[in-house]
């Protein structure tokens, strides 16, 4: 099997993974009934916590990595491309919905090209930027009509910034472990970046009131296996996937990866008997132009 067409299953099936978790985070934030199960922050830090201990068995052969040269680099990897878009993400979808959040979460390989080209020399070419604008395009057509009636309020302001943040902090770790881990196993990266930031994230999940919640509300035990799940497959599974998907591309293909997620919606939502439009359908086809278009740069 070419490394091409390895690209491409592991893009789909992050893909996959990853649009599922927008729903695993909203049912670790509130019950049926709209209650909070969990706030935010203490979402974010559990699920930190949760991936760390489900990659404790590939850390002891990773831990030859962790040297002067590569410190910093795969602690940059932890904070940017775990700890604080779990947080960030979290809090983002206590206000804004998932039409919103696929929009902007659509700008993380246009943050990749220009981080890229500013750190690290990359050469961006006009193609790049026209397969961006075709997939940006195919992303909006898709998620076009829930968009419409959304009122933008004041209180979206800050959520829209942390999703903005997060595409950024998205964008940083990709070019790092493309060119500063060049030597690093994608497996080791994952297990030590989230070995860094664990015990931030433990301690202050500590701090919180989070332990009196286990033992004393009554809707937080479902919220909690929810998040479990996005963890384990959501994202240490998926951090190495996707890991290996920078080693094996380029840091514009992998974030392309974003693009896809509102088609996974779109299918989830027609598997469970919402209609999918004409619309959506032209949106599908001009996204994946605009990927393959991408992709034709090496």
């Known amino acids: 099997m070419s490394e091409t067409l390895k690209s491409w299953l592991l893009l789909i099936l992050l893909s996959c993974v990853w649009g599922s978790s927008f729903v695993l985070i909203k049912i670790g934030l509130f019950d049926g009934n709209g209650e909070v199960r969990l706030p935010a922050d203490q ?58 959040t696929g929009m902007l979460n659509s700008l993380v390989p246009l943050f990749t090209i220009i981080i890229g080209a500013i750190f690290f020399s990359f050469k961006i070419k006009k193609i790049h930027l026209i397969g961006i604008a075709v997939a940006v395009l195919g992303t909006f057509l898709i998620v076009q009509e829930k968009l419409v009636g959304v009122t933008i309020t ?16 998205y964008a940083t770790s990709l070019n790092v472990i493309k060119y500063k881990l060049v030597e690093v196993k994608s497996t080791a990266i994952t ?21 009196s919640r286990i033992q004393t509300q009554e809707n937080i035990l479902p919220g909690v296996g929810a998040i479990l799940v996005l963890a384990i497959v959501g994202t ?34 027609w598997i469970i008997g919402e209609s999918i439009s004409l619309l959506q359908l032209l949106g599908m086809g001009v996204l994946i132009v605009g990927v393959l278009i991408i992709n034709k740069v090496k």
């Open 43 to 100: 979402l974010g830090a559990l699920r930190v916590a949760f991936a760390f201990l489900a990659l404790i068995p590939i850390l002891i052969g990773s831990l030859k990595y962790l040297n002067k040269n590569n410190f910093i680099f795969l602690l940059i990897a932890g904070i940017c491309g775990n700890g604080l878009p779990a947080f960030l993400f979290a809090y983002a979808e206590t206000t804004l919905n998932s039409s919103i």
């Open 191 to 211: 297990a030590l970046s989230f070995f860094m930031i664990s015990p931030i994230a433990v301690g202050y999940l500590l701090s919180t009131d989070f332990i």
């Open 236 to 269: 240490a599974t998926a951090v190495l996937l996707f890991n290996k998907l920078i080693k094996m591309s380029s840091p514009i293909f992998a974030s392309s990866v974003t693009y896809f997620i509102p088609i996974v919606a779109i299918i989830i939502g």
């Open 154 to 169: 004041g209180a979206m302001l800050l959520p829209f910034l942390a999703l903005i943040l997060a595409t950024m902090c």
